[in-house]
Nanobody, 117 residues
Framework: QVQLVESGGGLVQPGGSLRLSCVAS????????MDWYRQAPGKERDFVAR???????NYADSVKGRFTASRDSAKNAAFLQMNSLKPEDTAVYYC???????????WGQGTQVTVSS
């Protein structure tokens, strides 16, 4: 059974930081790219960041320079360090494990991030 469990969300003031975690089980973690998406109320789910199995990364323009994706294969975990948070970063954040070669894609349950004073 595949599980992706996110944690680390919460309420933070503008300018603050949070670190999201996504722990995977039931998959061969090293062959999956780990993506982060977010969905604000009334909006579509948008891409935030990707970290591939080789450690290369991509980011949405809106978070470049503020967010950093990382992964720890020993822990089957992916992380999203979010700095200089803005109110517009408020959303439910989801991790996604994607393998093109295996044709598989799995979602976590999401974690709420609220940026407000």
């Amino acid at each position: 059974q595949v599980q992706l469990v996110e944690s680390g969300g919460g309420l933070v003031q503008p300018g603050g930081s949070l670190r999201l975690s996504c722990v995977a089980s039931g998959i061969t973690f090293r062959v999956y790219a780990m993506d982060w998406y977010r969905q604000a109320p009334g909006k579509e789910r948008d891409f935030v960041a990707r970290i591939r199995s080789d450690g290369s990364t991509n980011y949405a323009d809106s978070v470049k320079g503020r967010f950093t994706a990382s992964r720890d294969s020993a822990k089957n975990a992916a992380f999203l360090q979010m700095n200089s948070l803005k109110p517009e970063d408020t959303a439910v954040y989801y991790c996604n494990a994607a393998s093109v070669s295996l044709g598989r894609n799995f979602w976590g349950q999401g974690t709420q991030v609220t940026v407000s004073s």
